[in-house]
C-alpha cells in the first residue's frame, strides 16, 4: 500500500458539489492498494500514520503524533498512487488493485485506524470522482509504502 500523508489545518472531500467529510487540525492521507496488499501491511501502516511524530511540540519541534494532538484523519483512497511511468508518457494503473479487492481492504484500513487512533476517522467515496481540498500546513508531506517498510 502506498500513501501519501499531508499534514493539514484543514481538509475536506467533496463530491457532487456536496461535502462528504471535512476535517480540521490532523492529516490527509492518499492511499493507493495493490492486490499483494494485507492485514499485516494495514496494521503496519495505520500504527505508522497514527503514531508518525509530525506536529509540533512547545519548543516548535515536529515531536507529536496526531494521536497525541487528538487531531483527525482524512482517508482517501487514490488508485493512482500505484501508477507506473516507467514506460511512455502514459501512466500504467497494472498495480493498482481492482474494486472487489481494494473495497474490503480500503475498509479494513479505516476500522484500522478509527482503533488505533481511537475515534471515528472521515473518509471519502471509493471510486467516485473527488474533489479534494486542504491546506498542507508546514507544508508537511510524507510518502509511506508498506511494501518497502519506509
Known sequence: ???VIQRVSKASVTIDNTVKSAIKVGLLVLAGIEDSDNEED?????NKIVNLRIFNDENEVPNISVKEINGDILLVSQFTLQ????KGN?????????PVIAIPLYEKLINQLE???EKE????KFGA??????????????MIDSKNRE
Open 1 to 3: 500500500m502506498r500513501t
Open 42 to 46: 494495514i496494521k503496519w501502516l495505520s
Open 83 to 86: 501508477a507506473s511511468t516507467k
Open 90 to 98: 502514459r501512466p500504467s494503473y497494472l498495480k493498482a488493485s481492482k
Open 115 to 117: 482503533t488505533d487512533l
Open 121 to 124: 476517522i472521515a473518509t471519502g
Open 129 to 142: 470522482d473527488m474533489k479534494v481540498e486542504l491546506i498542507n500546513d508546514g507544508p508537511v508531506t510524507i
